[in-house]
């Protein structure tokens, strides 16, 4: 029996707000696939659908958070649905540029690339706005941006645009990247701020929901000492040949 959007509500889910949008998430798909989703026949024949979410959490935590959606996916289209990332955020985009994900969960300013690049739909957006958060040991002496001036900032990948915007308001205090501090990459948010706690970096640029998702063990030892304004928040966008084969499925239905 297929899932309803509905009952996709009950799967479970690490957190509230990404529980939601995956049921906005699945409905849109239902419609989209639902001439697809009748013809079990394909689910033998077509190879897994990918869903691409861009890299910033670990592997472990990007396939716990959307493994949920991809298990309700799988029950409504009848088709095998694969989670796969990137090991920083410019193999990503280069592998959303060569079409390698079916639908695509990414960051605004890589979400205009895939469009541009390789002919991604928008699908749909989250709503919430995100921020960027510096952080810093709790039990730090200095507690202002100021004294960060000759420290090291660790940082997930330098395009992030959580990287971006937190630089931009450093600049605005009159620190500027490579000349009055040094960044380190570590990859992810959550490496980003156990360098941090482990004595490696004096700073750390995470996003908040990132932040959100650490430990409350690791949250208890950091402090925020700056906060971005609002940004626009993560897009789900879907290939071009998702919607060819919507098409050759309707072809096929009306002849």
């Not at 699945?26 to 990918?50: C, D, H, I, N, Q």
């Not at 605005?172 to 360098?195: M, P, V, W």
Request: one cysteine or more; aromatic letters at 8%; charged letters at 20%.
């Amino acid at each position: 029996a297929m899932i309803t959007p509905t009952e996709h509500a009950q799967l479970s889910c690490p957190r509230k707000a990404v529980c939601s949008m995956q049921r906005v998430f699945l409905s849109a798909l239902w419609l989209l696939f639902g001439l697809l989703a009748l013809r079990p026949a394909w689910a033998g024949e077509a190879p897994p659908l990918v869903l691409g979410v861009f890299p910033n959490a670990t592997a472990k935590q990007i396939v716990e958070t959307y493994r949920p959606l991809a298990n309700a996916l799988e029950k409504t289209l009848r088709r095998r649905v694969e989670i796969y990332s990137a090991p920083n955020f410019k193999s990503f985009v280069e592998r959303t540029r060569q079409g390698e994900y079916d639908l695509l969960l990414t960051a605004p300013h890589f979400a205009w690339l895939a469009r541009q690049d390789a002919g991604y739909q928008p699908l749909l957006k989250y709503t919430e706005p995100i921020r960027g958060m510096l952080v810093i040991k709790s039990s730090s002496a200095y507690r202002d941006v100021a004294a960060l001036r000759g420290r090291t900032i660790a940082i997930a990948d330098p395009v992030g645009l959580i990287v971006q915007a937190l630089q931009a308001e450093l600049a605005e205090d009159g620190l500027k990247n490579g000349f009055d501090y040094q960044t380190i990459n570590s990859g992810t948010h959550i490496n980003s701020a156990l360098q941090v706690v482990n004595g490696r970096a004096d700073a750390a640029m995470v996003g908040q929901n990132a932040y959100m998702q650490f430990p409350p063990e690791l949250r208890q030892q950091l402090h925020v000492i700056l906060e971005t304004p609002p940004l626009s928040s993560q897009t789900y966008l879907t290939h071009p040949r998702l919607r060819e084969v919507e098409a050759v499925s309707a072809r096929s239905n009306n002849s």
